[in-house]
């Protein structure tokens, strides 16, 4: 079946720093992807519509130029968290709809913001 | 707008024992429906969907069935095994968007 990878599967970093997160479509394209992060102990919140050859939609509240979102081809997409806090310490997670709308999920990256 | 509410957990059950996750939603349009499992330190996997009212998903053991009339989606499992022991979520889908619930944990001992 196909699959989508996340890269990397865990990061820690210094406050203020920027880190990058890749999800590659590995079978498939995939013209929309979309970026979820997810608190302990909760539900996966949708942070992000990945749109390839155009512009992020963001879900409200969350900050545009915090978390860059670049879609630069049909199989990958990257999530930059800018500027990293404590608070942005969280378990990321991307999704991508293959040509029968049939979603994968990456197995996430762990971001630990020292 | 589109919500998933799901029974809260933690859930302790024995081995062999039956289970059941309530999980309502609401949705504008006839969305689909998901439960998704995520093993300790794994991501999401999709353990069984349905996408019209009536269907019946089932996997694993594990069954929902797509209650219009009723706006639910449980999981059930006859006979739980201690591998079934992780996170377990609700979810619907509009469109390409995803709405998942809050998510139940599972542990299931010996």
């Known amino acids: 079946g196909a699959v989508v990878s996340q890269h990397p599967s865990w990061v820690i970093c210094k406050s203020g720093t920027s880190v990058k997160i890749e999800c590659r479509s590995l079978d498939f394209q995939a013209t929309t992807m979309f970026w979820y992060r997810q608190f302990p102990k909760q539900s996966l919140m949708l942070m992000a519509t990945s749109n390839e050859g155009s512009k992020a939609t963001y879900e409200q509240g969350v900050e545009k130029d915090k978390f860059l979102i670049n879609h630069a081809s049909l199989t990958l997409s990257t999530l930059t968290v800018t500027s990293a806090h404590p608070e942005d310490s969280s378990f990321y997670i991307c999704s991508a709809p293959d040509q029968d709308r049939e979603q994968y999920f990456g197995p996430g990256t762990r971001l630990t913001v020292t | ?110």
């Open chain 2, 1 to 110: 707008g589109n919500s998933v509410t799901q029974m809260e957990g933690p859930v302790t059950l024995s081995e062999e024992a039956f289970l059941t996750i309530n999980c309502t939603y609401t949705a504008t349009g006839y969305p689909s429906l998901f439960w998704y499992v995520q093993y300790p330190g794994e991501g999401l996997q999709l353990l069984l969907k349905a996408t019209k009212a009536d269907d019946k998903g089932s996997n694993k053991g594990f069954e929902a069935t797509y209650r219009k009339e009723t706006t639910s989606f449980h999981l059930e499992k006859g006979s739980v095994q201690v591998s079934d022991s992780a996170v377990y979520f609700c979810a619907l889908m509009s469109g390409n968007q995803f709405y998942f619930g809050t998510g139940t944990s599972l542990t299931v001992i010996p």
